[in-house]
Every structure is written in structure tokens, then in C-alpha cells.
Nanobody, 127 residues
């Protein structure tokens, strides 16, 4: 059982930056492919970014390409989401998730590929 704890959310002005962190309890963290999702009020949980266990491949939804960067430090059991040039539309609860599914490489954007989820951290972009 992997426990995931997100941190780093908060209130930021448009154009600002935040870095989210997700700490995993699992010592074999490097075995997991990871993802970040977000959910705005009244909307579905949407894929934001993903990273394979080796960090050799990363994936992004088009709306955050060039602004967000996902990375991981397997020695620290932590995955990060650096968010720059934030917009009001980025306002949501952000969740990290872990996957061991063999379908990850083709289905990384699907929530059902991920078996473990954190509790979420609120990101609010507003002036």
C-alpha cells in the first residue's frame, strides 16, 4: 500500500509560480509510474502530467505544456510539479497518483490506470 502526501499548494497571483511535492511512503517508489491530476469544482478529475518510473519519459496535457514541469527524485521518494506562468484556469485541487499498470505508457492520462492517490492540495490562482 502506497501512501501519497501532496504539499506546496496555495494562493498565487496570475503569472506566478508554485512547486507541488508528493512524498510517497513506499521504499520501492522507483517501481511506480506517477501522475498529477487536477479537479476544479463541478468538473471531472483531469490529467495534468505524468512521468515514468525511470524519469525517461514525461507526458503533459496540452494546456500546461511549456509552463509545467514534472520531475522525480527516487532517492527521496518524491515527485514534483513545477508550475510557472499560472493562470486562473489552473485553479483546482491537485492530486498525485501512483501506477504499476502495464497500460501506463499508452493510458497515462486515464485515472483508472492509477491505484494510489493522495488527498490533494488546493491551488488558487487569483489577483
Amino acid at each position: 500500500q502506497v501512501q501519497l502526501v501532496e504539499s506546496g499548494g496555495g494562493l498565487v497571483q496570475p503569472g506566478g509560480s508554485l512547486r507541488l511535492s508528493c512524498a510517497a511512503s513506499e521504499r520501492r517508489f522507483s517501481n511506480y509510474n506517477m501522475g498529477w491530476f487536477r479537479q476544479a469544482p463541478g468538473k471531472e478529475r483531469d490529467f495534468v502530467a505524468g512521468i515514468r518510473w525511470s524519469a525517461g519519459s514525461t507526458y503533459y496535457v496540452d494546456s500546461v505544456k511549456g509552463r509545467f514541469t514534472i520531475s522525480r527524485d527516487n532517492a527521496k521518494n518524491t515527485v514534483y510539479l513545477q508550475m510557472n506562468s499560472l493562470k486562473p484556469d489552473d485553479t483546482a485541487v491537485y492530486y498525485c497518483a501512483a501506477s504499476t499498470s502495464p497500460a501506463y505508457s499508452t493510458s497515462y492520462y486515464r485515472p483508472n490506470v492509477y491505484a494510489y492517490w493522495g488527498q490533494g492540495t488546493q491551488v488558487t490562482v487569483s489577483s
